[in-house]
């Protein structure tokens, strides 16, 4: 289907001819996501996001209001990304209008003395550390890496990552925001709809982000994010990041009062004690069970490739070969990161002393190995600024995540084995990569500081070829087919599939409603159909927006 020339010609006259295209070149760029969702890749199938009718790049909050106006007169869907980090940011379905927001790439204020920054939707996590800490400030950086939006991922995702220990979670960080709404209305929430500022997004009156975020955000389904406030935390570092090396073994070289340690455990109990031990006690500045994402049997041997820029993927084999590898390979089955950054000195010696009394407790211990300098100075990098996701995809070019256990430490330690187990016997028979079944990477921490981890088994494939995609489909099936019989419920490999189908499509309503039916709490997204028919009567947004009929 292709625009109206009247309309297009309207919406030109909104953001002028050079911000505007449905050249079906420009138009295929935008059919292509390289994250979760990687399945769509390939040549196999007819498997890329639906080509939408015209991208418009808007450069302010009133242009985006102007042309939601419109597409509400003509009842044409829009759908607004800021940097695309899965094929949920892309249209969903046909007669839609994609609208590319990284003109609105603004830091409009950092207010250092009550720690907030405020900012538009094309502002990436890298950016708006760079500024927070040359004024001693910190801001939280998504799992998915520092080169994606902070607005989506405080309004409209996930927002889950290392700093969520120190930090707090992107839905914590979240204060006002100026939300233009399906209708075209604008709203601007808490104190910023009472002249007050954007120092508070809960009130004076009702709060609104439930309303506005939904489960796990509404994916740009719900109108667009034009600007929101950010809560920023203590920067206890120098002003700019003093970072060496060349690709990939970029590190950097703080002060004494950062360390960066791997930890590991004689057992999951053990573990999970740990994991409690640290909240209790409030050390801790990042905590993550990061380099698990190259998998329990690969990942030492991927730290030595990606810490030696004079050694590759076709190293691998060879390393696994090295008996010291597989030393640190076994010692650190159990295992997760953890950065400490004290305040001032003593508070430094306090949080090492308590550390070493907690592994003392549980019969852990620092794994030396990532101690060395030139490892030590990478994880560090690593997981401060998270500027290495590329690695994400290194071995075959696509991943997704599988299972997702989110709940208390004691939860996912339960389960991890049998889980890692489960995968384990699948990458045997040469779908995805075999990485040594678990591959469970996540968070040390949840809201507040504590309370949760999450465990996302990557799973890494090859979207090129035919067989590894349908087997790694085949395998997504059994895992939610294993989620369900144990109890688990639906995991991520599910919640993902809302982008694609069997097809790789977007699946259709019936079987996204067996997915919502699996729920824990189906009545979560009977609610959401409610607040849909509400705020989005001609039903502009996308698919993406989880809902459930009556």
């Given at each position: 289907?292709?625009?109206?020339?009247?309309?297009?010609?309207?919406?030109?006259?909104?953001?002028?001819?050079?911000?505007?295209?449905?050249?079906?070149?420009?138009?295929?760029?935008?059919?292509?996501?390289?994250?979760?969702?990687?399945?769509?890749?390939?040549?196999?199938?007819?498997?890329?996001?639906?080509?939408?009718?015209?991208?418009?790049?808007?450069?302010?909050?009133?242009?985006?209001?102007?042309?939601?106006?419109?597409?509400?007169?003509?009842?044409?869907?829009?759908?607004?990304?800021?940097?695309?980090?899965?094929?949920?940011?892309?249209?969903?379905?046909?007669?839609?209008?994609?609208?590319?927001?990284?003109?609105?790439?603004?830091?409009?204020?950092?207010?250092?003395?009550?720690?907030?920054?405020?900012?538009?939707?094309g502002v990436i996590g890298a950016t708006l550390q760079a500024e927070a800490m040359k004024l001693g400030l910190n801001t939280h950086l998504p799992g998915s890496g520092c080169s994606c939006s902070i607005l989506a991922g405080a309004?409209?995702?996930?927002?889950?990552?290392?700093?969520?220990?120190?930090?707090?979670?992107?839905?914590?960080?979240?204060?006002?925001?100026?939300?233009?709404?399906?209708?075209?209305?604008?709203?601007?929430?808490?104190?910023?709809?009472?002249?007050?500022?954007?120092?508070?997004?809960?009130?004076?009156?009702?709060?609104?982000?439930?309303?506005?975020?939904?489960?796990?955000?509404?994916?740009?389904?719900?109108?667009?994010?034009?600007?929101?406030?950010?809560?920023?935390?203590?920067?206890?570092?120098?002003?700019?990041?003093?970072?060496?090396?060349?690709?990939?073994?970029?590190?950097?070289?703080?002060?004494?009062?950062?360390?960066?340690?791997?930890?590991?455990?004689?057992?999951?109990?053990?573990?999970?004690?740990?994991?409690?031990?640290?909240?209790?006690?409030?050390?801790?500045?990042?905590?993550?069970?990061?380099?698990?994402?190259?998998?329990?049997?690969?990942?030492?041997?991927?730290?030595?490739?990606?810490?030696?820029?004079?050694?590759?993927?076709?190293?691998?084999?060879?390393?696994?070969?090295?008996?010291?590898?597989?030393?640190?390979?076994?010692?650190?089955?159990?295992?997760?990161?953890?950065?400490?950054?004290?305040?001032?000195?003593?508070?430094?010696?306090?949080?090492?002393?308590?550390?070493?009394?907690?592994?003392?407790?549980?019969?852990?211990?620092?794994?030396?190995?990532?101690?060395?300098?030139?490892?030590?100075?990478?994880?560090?990098?690593?997981?401060?600024?998270?500027?290495?996701?590329?690695?994400?995809?290194?071995?075959?070019?696509?991943?997704?995540?599988?299972?997702?256990?989110?709940?208390?430490?004691?939860?996912?330690?339960?389960?991890?084995?049998?889980?890692?187990?489960?995968?384990?016997?699948?990458?045997?028979?040469?779908?995805?990569?075999?990485?040594?079944?678990?591959?469970?990477?996540?968070?040390?921490?949840?809201?507040?500081?504590?309370?949760?981890?999450?465990?996302?088994?990557?799973?890494?494939?090859?979207?090129?070829?035919?067989?590894?995609?349908?087997?790694?489909?085949?395998?997504?099936?059994?895992?939610?087919?294993?989620?369900?019989?144990?109890?688990?419920?639906?995991?991520?490999?599910?919640?993902?599939?809302?982008?694609?189908?069997?097809?790789?499509?977007?699946?259709?309503?019936?079987?996204?409603?067996?997915?919502?039916?699996?729920?824990?709490?189906?009545?979560?997204?009977?609610?959401?159909?409610?607040?849909?028919?509400?705020?989005?009567?001609?039903?502009?947004?996308?698919?993406?927006?989880?809902?459930?009929?009556?």
């Amino acid at each position: 289907m292709t625009l109206a020339r009247n309309v297009y010609k309207a919406l030109e006259d909104i953001v002028g001819p050079e911000n505007i295209s449905d050249d079906p070149a420009v138009l295929d760029s935008y059919r292509y996501s390289l994250a979760h969702t990687a399945i769509h890749i390939g040549p196999y199938y007819d498997t890329f996001t639906p080509r939408g009718e015209a991208v418009l790049l808007p450069g302010s909050t009133e242009e985006v209001q102007a042309i939601v106006k419109l597409c509400n007169k003509y009842k044409i869907k829009f759908k607004a990304s800021s940097t695309f980090w899965s094929a949920q940011g892309y249209p969903s379905g046909e007669n839609t209008i994609q609208l590319d927001m990284r003109r609105m790439d603004r830091i409009l204020e950092i207010d250092e003395k009550n720690m907030f920054a405020v900012i538009e939707p094309g502002v990436i996590g890298a950016t708006l550390q760079a500024e927070a800490m040359k004024l001693g400030l910190n801001t939280h950086l998504p799992g998915s890496g520092c080169s994606c939006s902070i607005l989506a991922g405080a309004t409209s995702y996930f927002g889950s990552g290392p700093s969520n220990l120190y930090g707090g979670w992107h839905y914590d960080n979240l204060l006002a925001l100026e939300w233009v709404m399906p209708t075209g209305e604008i709203l601007r929430t808490g104190s910023l709809g009472a002249g007050c500022g954007w120092f508070c997004g809960e009130g004076p009156g009702p709060s609104m982000k439930g309303v506005a975020r939904g489960f796990l955000g509404a994916k740009g389904a719900m109108g667009v994010f034009t600007k929101c406030a950010i809560k920023l935390f203590a920067w206890p570092g120098p002003q700019t990041l003093p970072v060496e090396g060349t690709i990939p073994a970029y590190r950097v070289s703080l002060p004494d009062n950062f360390k960066a340690y791997t930890v590991a455990f004689p057992s999951w109990r053990a573990w999970a004690d740990a994991a409690h031990m640290i909240w209790d006690a409030g050390i801790g500045y990042l905590a993550h069970r990061q380099f698990n994402m190259f998998g329990r049997d690969l990942k030492f041997a991927m730290i030595k490739i990606l810490t030696d820029p004079t050694k590759t993927l076709g190293d691998l084999e060879e390393l696994l070969e090295d008996p010291e590898v597989q030393k640190v390979t076994q010692e650190s089955m159990r295992d997760f990161q953890i950065v400490l950054a004290g305040m001032t000195r003593r508070d430094m010696a306090w949080q090492e002393k308590v550390l070493d009394e907690i592994l003392r407790r549980t019969g852990g211990w620092k794994v030396e190995a990532m101690n060395e300098p030139e490892i030590h100075d990478w994880a560090l990098l690593y997981l401060i600024r998270l500027g290495h996701k590329n690695l994400n995809l290194v071995y075959a070019g696509g991943y997704d995540g599988c299972f997702g256990f989110l709940g208390a430490p004691d939860y996912g330690t339960t389960y991890v084995e049998e889980a890692a187990e489960f995968k384990r016997e699948w990458e045997k028979r040469g779908a995805i990569v075999e990485a040594g079944g678990d591959c469970m990477m996540g968070p040390i921490g949840g809201q507040g500081g504590g309370g949760t981890c999450l465990w996302e088994n990557f799973t890494c494939f090859d979207p090129h070829d035919k067989d590894s995609v349908e087997g790694t489909l085949e395998f997504f099936d059994a895992c939610t087919e294993l989620g369900l019989k144990r109890g688990w419920g639906v995991g991520m490999e599910k919640w993902n599939a809302a982008a694609r189908g069997p097809d790789g499509r977007t699946p259709p309503k019936e079987e996204r409603d067996r997915i919502h039916l699996a729920a824990p709490q189906p009545s979560v997204f009977r609610y959401q159909h409610r607040v849909k028919e509400a705020l989005n009567p001609n039903d502009l947004g996308d698919a993406y927006y989880e809902t459930l009929e009556d």
